[in-house]
């Protein structure tokens, strides 16, 4: 498992030779503990039907319903500004602990970010897994297609943040600098042994980045308990292709009305600035489609 406690420079490293860096610990006990208590009432108003921004089994990939009767496994849009707890959720998604990061990853200043997405990946109502997949490549891509879209510089960087003790990420390490071999291609895209593949194992506070074009999958389990948050940020510019990538989940219908008061100075004006261009990349881009097909 790739790790660092000694700095930000060798994340990129772990980050382009492997695809995924984890951080150990980045959250205190007191965060901790306020953050699960705030994802409990999240997901208790999801499951009675009071949340309508949710991802519904068996589905995949968005778009969601919102018919809850077959049950959950995510809750989206924390930044909401319905969100009760959303204010709590901000302070989250814009701490250094996560920013500076992203940054050092990116190559890029603060000023440069936009905001993307920040939701909730929970506990199933059954047992449910995601194929074999890259975020923003189809499975139809031909292997020239797919180093086209490789070869080129992140625009965005992903986290998933563990509230919980967490395995539900599985990755082929390296997968994100190379097209699918004939193996990958040929497997069943439900395979529970594909070549190369490594379990991300994450205590309850660590953050593991990861680049969301690695051939990756996701297994989780309705006797485990998961309370992970899963974010990104990204930079400007990259047009529609990259737009689509955040787009896809609605993140429009409630940017105009994020409400960061709550946070604190310098760190209020860093989160309106990221809004904000996330609003100009919405302008810029309708009608993106969507990235993948359950």
């Given at each position: 498992?790739?790790?660092?406690t000694n700095?930000t420079s060798?994340?990129t ?5 492997d ?5 150990p610990?980045?959250l205190?006990?007191?965060?901790l503990t306020?953050?699960r208590?705030?994802?409990q009432?999240s997901?208790?108003?999801a ?5 309508p921004?949710i991802r519904t089994?068996p589905?995949q990939?968005?778009?969601w319903p919102?018919?809850i009767?077959?049950g ?11 969100m009760?707890?959303?204010?709590l ?7 250094h602990?996560?920013?500076?990061p992203?940054?050092e990853l990116l190559?890029?200043v ?6 993307e997405l ?7 109502d059954?047992d449910f897994a995601?194929r074999?997949?890259r975020?923003d490549?189809?499975?139809?891509a031909?292997a020239e297609e797919?180093m086209a879209r490789?070869?080129?510089k992140?625009?965005?960087?992903q986290?998933?943040l563990a509230l919980?003790d ?10 994100h600098?190379r097209a ?16 190369g ?5 994450m205590?309850?506070g660590?953050?593991?980045f990861?680049n969301?074009n690695?051939?990756?999958?996701g297994?989780?389990s309705?006797?485990?308990?998961r309370?992970t ?6 930079v400007?510019?990259?047009?529609k ?5 955040v787009l896809?989940h609605?993140v429009?219908e409630c940017?105009?009305e ?5 946070l604190g ?6 989160a ?8 100009e ?5 309708r009608?993106?489609g969507?990235?993948?097909e359950d």
């Amino acid at each position: 498992m790739p790790s660092t406690t000694n700095g930000t420079s060798s994340l990129t490293t772990a980050l382009d030779r492997d695809g995924y860096v984890l951080i150990p610990s980045v959250l205190t006990s007191d965060e901790l503990t306020q953050l699960r208590a705030a994802c409990q009432r999240s997901i208790d108003l999801a499951r009675s039907g009071q949340w309508p921004f949710i991802r519904t089994l068996p589905k995949q990939f968005p778009p969601w319903p919102a018919d809850i009767s077959h049950g959950i496994w995510g809750v989206q849009h924390l930044l909401h500004p319905s969100m009760p707890d959303h204010a709590l959720f901000a302070s989250s998604y814009f701490a250094h602990t996560v920013v500076d990061p992203v940054t050092e990853l990116l190559g890029v200043v603060p000023d440069e970010l936009v905001m993307e997405l920040y939701n909730l990946l929970i506990r199933p109502d059954a047992d449910f897994a995601l194929r074999w997949h890259r975020d923003d490549i189809p499975p139809t891509a031909t292997a020239e297609e797919e180093m086209a879209r490789l070869g080129r510089k992140a625009w965005h960087a992903q986290w998933n943040l563990a509230l919980f003790d967490d395995c539900s990420l599985i990755v082929v390490p390296g997968s994100h600098k190379r097209a699918r071999t004939a193996e990958e291609r040929a497997a069943d895209p439900w395979d529970d042994n594909m070549p190369g593949q490594e379990i991300v194992r994450m205590q309850a506070g660590d953050v593991v980045f990861y680049n969301n074009n690695i051939l990756h999958r996701g297994v989780y389990s309705k006797d485990r308990e998961r309370m992970t948050l899963h974010g990104s940020m990204g930079v400007v510019g990259h047009g529609k292709e990259r737009a689509r990538n955040v787009l896809q989940h609605g993140v429009e219908e409630c940017v105009q009305e994020c409400d960061f008061s709550g946070l604190g100075e310098g760190i209020r004006e860093r989160a309106e600035g990221m809004r904000q261009r996330l609003v100009e990349m919405g302008r810029g881009n309708r009608d993106v489609g969507f990235a993948q097909e359950d």
